[in-house]
């Protein structure tokens, strides 16, 4: 069963820093574009940021810029999103997804189950 599993979510104050992993299974996800997406209360899902198969490229929606970085490591099947300078407006479930092709806010053939980050204020 191909799969992704976020974790690594929580409950931090504001100006914190959290780190959030997506591991895969069942598949290698070496050859794809990994990205994370958020869903906010009552609010669409949100591209946050994606990274190319290899690491090289990244890309960041500007709400999260300079905050915000996504890398990987294909050796462990794990992308991961680390999070500084949390604000509550990143509260959200955090969704990481998988394709070969996609980039950035487009659609993704695999997908995780998701894992909530608070931000106190």
């Known amino acids: 069963q191909v799969q992704l599993v976020e974790s690594g979510g929580g409950l931090v104050q504001a100006g914190g820093s959290l780190r959030l992993s997506c591991a895969g299974s069942g598949r290698s996800f070496s050859n794809d574009n990994m990205a994370w997406f958020r869903q906010a209360p009552k609010k669409e899902r949100e591209f946050v940021a994606v990274?190319?198969?290899?690491?090289?490229?990244?890309f960041y929606v500007d709400s999260v810029k300079g905050r915000f970085t996504i890398s990987r490591n294909n050796a462990e099947n794990t992308a991961y999103l680390q999070m500084n300078s949390l604000k509550p407006e990143d509260t959200a479930v955090y969704f990481c997804?998988?394709?070969?092709?996609?980039?950035?806010?487009?659609?993704?053939?695999?997908w995780g189950q998701g894992t909530q980050v608070t931000v106190s204020s």
């Open positions: 990274i190319n198969w290899n690491g090289r490229n990244t």
């Open positions: 997804a998988a394709d070969a092709y996609s980039w950035g806010a487009a659609s993704y053939q695999y």
